[in-house]
């Protein structure tokens, strides 16, 4: 009886697990270069209380008797499926159409990885992130340039007053990973490498499988608001269900306490 309430207990708590990938999806819908997650189950340890030839008469059983433990939240894996192109106007945004992210360094010195091209120019006329960090390689833009443009394999160019022919300032690189579900979120649009995503691999844009850029745009977030809510949906019914074992057991013990 009371293994059905730490049965039903586990769903509960898988499901909520659910529920706040959903409320983080929703809460990124609109966030540059945000890729959603999803929550995957799994099943707990299973006690036997009897085994397929354990019947004591000689002969095989069909199958055994066992009972399960609950189920529990196995990973929360992200979606690094393309998000839309919004056309922004704005001569620093890059939108990466296809595989790959920008580096940038981190005040630890430590490497990190982004797919939000929200770029601006610091205080030394350095690429940066909205957050302020550098893109690496670096690549600095002169004060009198009167333009900068991007081109999808990454060639950084600016144009100056009185000059016909643009000055090239550097090559903006993608890295991919083998695994770049192994990523881990840092916050702040970015990513780290771990041993599961395997080592970054920095390359020319439109080359061995890495996208390009596209500037004067953003690529948007790749949640789907209509399926996050479907999916809300299927969760809470399922912690309802979960819960109403929960009230069934809990009515049985009463009967059981009040039997004289």
């Not at 009371?2 to 499901?15: E, P």
């Not at 997650?37 to 209380?49: M, R, S």
């Amino acid at each position: 009886m009371f293994r059905s309430l730490h049965v039903a207990a586990t769903g509960m708590a898988a499901q909520e697990t659910k529920l706040d990938t959903i409320a983080n999806n929703l809460a990124n819908a609109n966030t540059a270069g945000y890729k959603r997650q999803d929550a995957e189950f799994e099943d707990l340890l299973y006690q036997t209380v009897r085994g397929a030839a354990a019947t004591g008469a000689g002969a095989t059983a069909p199958t055994s008797v066992q009972l399960g433990a609950g189920s529990r939240v196995a990973a929360t894996p992200r979606t690094f499926s393309q998000g839309s192109i919004q056309q922004t106007a704005n001569p620093l945004d890059l939108a990466i159409e296809g595989n790959g992210f920008l580096s940038v360094q981190r005040p630890s010195g430590e490497a990190a990885y982004t797919r939000a091209g929200t770029l601006k120019l610091d205080a030394q006329g350095r690429l940066v992130t909205s957050d302020g960090l550098p893109i690496e390689p670096p690549i600095s833009v002169p004060t009198d340039a009167t333009g900068v443009v991007i081109s999808p394999e990454g060639v950084v160019t600016a144009q100056h007053a009185g000059q016909q022919k643009p000055t090239q300032l550097g090559q903006l690189q993608l890295v991919t990973f083998p695994n770049p579900g192994g990523l881990d979120a840092a916050g702040h649009n970015l990513y780290t490498a771990t041993a599961a995503s395997g080592d970054a691999i920095s390359g020319s844009p439109g080359q061995e499988g890495r996208g390009t850029f596209m500037q004067g745009a953003l690529e948007s977030s790749n949640v789907e608001v209509v399926t996050e809510m479907i999916a809300m949906i299927r969760t809470q019914r399922a912690y309802e269900i979960n819960s109403k074992v929960v009230a069934a057991a809990d009515e049985m013990l009463r009967n059981v306490t009040q039997m004289r």
